[in-house]
């Protein structure tokens, strides 16, 4: 069994609906609603797999935003609150290790990303009203 398809048999274990799939590039989007868990991006680019998640579009008064944000990735089990290439975007990245990768440590990550939309959900959405 290759590496994506342990990665995508993982994500099944997990109940994660999968949205979209492309073989060719060892990617997946995954769903699960309940858990804030949309459009989930998993590529696998080995030796490494990449999780990526749009949160929110970046507000226009960034004067604590940002500072907020690097306050929160510190309570943050996985992976990190990040912005996009053109800082357009909050999304919720993590990178992990493809060769010794199991069950539970990808289960971790995902979860890691619901624990921090729930935790701080709420806060961010404040920033998107203003």
């Not at 998993?42 to 008064?61: A, H, N, T």
């Not at 604590?64 to 800082?87: P, W």
Request: proline residues 3%.
């Amino acid at each position: 069994m290759s590496k994506y398809e342990m990665v995508k048999s993982y994500l099944l274990d997990m109940n994660m609906k999968i949205s979209y799939e492309d073989e060719g590039e060892e990617l997946v989007v995954v769903q699960d609603p309940d858990d804030g868990i949309n459009n989930l991006v998993i590529d696998c680019e080995d030796p490494i797999v990449v999780l990526e998640q749009r949160i929110m579009p970046v507000p226009d008064d960034t004067d604590t935003f940002f500072k907020r944000l690097l306050q929160m990735n510190r309570s943050m089990v996985h992976g990190a609150f990040v912005l996009d290439d053109e800082a357009k975007y909050v999304i919720f990245r993590d990178t992990l290790q493809l060769e010794n990768l199991d069950h539970n440590e990808l289960e971790a990550s995902v979860q890691a990303l619901s624990l921090a939309l729930a935790e701080n959900g709420n806060e961010l959405l404040e920033y998107i009203k203003h």
